[in-house]
Each structure stands twice: as C-alpha cells, then as structure tokens.
C-alpha cells in the first residue's frame, strides 16, 4: 500500500507562484510513476505532469510546460510541483497520484490517490 499526503496549497494572486508537495510512503520506488492530476468544478480530471522516479524523466502538457516544473527529493520521498505565472485558470483542486503503469498522462497507470489540495488564482 502507497500513502501520498500532499501539501502547498493555497490563494495566490495571478502571475504568483506556489509549490505542492507529495510525500510517498509506504512502497518501493522502483519503477513508480508519480504524477499530478487537477479536477476544476464542473470539469474532468486532467493531467498535469509526470516524474519516473528513477529514471526521472518528465512529462508534462503543453499549456503546462514551460510555467510547471516537477521534480523530486529522493531522500525525502517527495515529489513537488513548482508552478510559475499561475492563471486563473489554474484554479483547481491538485491530486498526486502514484503508480507502475506505462502511460504517465493516463490516470489509469495511478493506482493510489492522494486526498487533493485546492490551489486558487485569484484574477
């Protein structure tokens, strides 16, 4: 079993900058994907980013590349999400997500979830 608490939510203003934290327990980290997903009212869930662990490769989505970095602290067993000239449409409840799947933009490669932390972009 994998836990994921995850932290660094919060208000900020458009153009800010916040950083989300998910802290892993519990499994090996061998070929473990870890990834962000965001869910805004009304709307499906989608995905942000992705980091193998290992390998540390990265994936991210186009509108998110450039302004998002992912990354993670091994000795801490954390993964962040940096996230730079935030939009108002950025506003969403983030998820950190951890799995063994071959398919990091897939949710259905995650199979533990973490409880969700609101981050809003006030215009």
């Known amino acids: 079993q994998v836990q994921l608490v995850e932290s660094g939510g919060g208000l900020v203003q458009a153009g800010g900058s916040l950083r989300l934290s998910c802290t892993v327990s519990?499994?090996?980290?061998?070929?473990?994907?870890m990834g962000w997903f965001r869910q805004a009212p009304g709307k499906e869930r989608e995905f942000v980013a992705a980091?193998?662990?290992?390998?540390?490769?990265?994936y991210y989505t186009d509108s998110e590349k450039g302004r998002f970095t992912i990354s993670r602290d091994n000795a801490k067993s954390t993964v962040f999400l940096q996230m730079n000239s935030l939009k108002s449409e950025d506003t969403a409840v983030y998820y950190c997500?951890?799995?063994?799947?071959?398919?990091?933009?897939?949710?259905?490669?995650?199979?533990?979830w973490g409880q969700g932390t609101q981050v809003t972009v006030s215009s």
């Open positions: 997500a951890a799995g063994y799947g071959v398919l990091p933009r897939s949710p259905k490669s995650y199979n533990y």
């Open positions: 519990g499994r090996t980290f061998s070929n473990l994907i």
């Open positions: 980091i193998m662990w290992n390998a540390g490769m990265t």
